[in-house]
């Protein structure tokens, strides 16, 4: 069957419309009535200013933010700045094992391993950075730690004069009282969001520290063994015949 045809008319243009001075005019209208809407309540602020105040957000009439002094509430999964949590020892989580590293699709995570003087714990990161000007907040780190050891905050102020202070290393990743006190960023994206199932069983450890108090009694008793008796002194060799 055909398709009906449709002739489509377009409409003469007026005077004013060839002109374009009503659209102009429309134009104007529309941004000086934004203008005088916001320069009134900037008026007000000012006048608080003076005083060292912010105006009530009854008295607003525009969407904004006055940073620094006031800061916006994001998501509690809100993706900012890494941190790396303690057990109750008061050592890190991190077990050096390289899964965040691996997983990191911007390679920016850099860990070199040593050996734990705990030996239940067996690793910890010698060396843990992360080049937070390659970092693109993706949480893959995160998601794959399986010892619940690095988290991110909502901390967003992340600025630098050179990329070496852009580089964080355990000493500024390590968590802090600061970063969940009042007026902190707070927690971010991380694991479990409340109690986590580790927490609600008890404090997590190792299953490795169960065995210590075996393996103390174990070496006691290998010290208090006799040391193996030395081998017999080998023959001296025959002189030969003059």
């Not at 619940?148 to 990329?163: G, V």
């Not at 210590?212 to 017999?232: C, T, V």
Request: proline share 10%; glycine share 6%; with cysteine.
């Amino acid at each position: 069957m055909p398709a009906k045809a449709v002739t489509l008319t377009v409409p003469e243009l007026t005077f004013w419309e060839r002109i374009y001075l009503v659209e102009v005019a429309k134009g104007l209208f529309r941004t000086m009535s934004h203008l005088l809407r916001n320069l009134l309540p900037t008026l007000k602020t000012d006048a608080y200013a003076l005083f060292g105040k912010l105006p009530p957000a009854g008295e607003r009439s525009i969407p904004t933010i006055y940073y620094p002094e006031e800061k916006r509430n994001y998501s509690n999964r809100f993706r900012g700045r890494h941190i790396l949590k303690k057990r109750a020892d008061d050592t890190l989580r991190c077990v050096a094992c390289y899964m965040c590293q691996t997983a990191c699709p911007a390679d920016c995570i850099d860990i070199v391993a040593g050996e734990h003087p705990v030996l239940a714990y067996e690793k910890y990161p010698v060396k843990f950075e992360i080049d937070l000007l390659r970092c693109v907040m993706c949480g893959f780190c995160v998601d794959a730690c399986p010892k619940d050891a690095i988290w991110m905050t909502r901390d967003y102020e992340l600025s630098f004069f050179d990329r070496k202070s852009a580089v964080y290393g355990i000493p500024e990743l390590t968590e802090k009282p600061g970063d969940t006190a009042e007026g902190g960023p707070g927690y971010g994206y991380r694991p479990y969001y409340g109690a986590s199932p580790m927490r609600k069983a008890g404090e997590f450890q190792p299953s490795g520290l169960a065995l210590m108090p075996f393996l103390d009694l174990r070496n006691k008793a290998i010290n208090r063994m006799p040391a193996p008796a030395a081998p017999p002194a080998a023959p001296p060799a025959a002189k030969p015949a003059a």
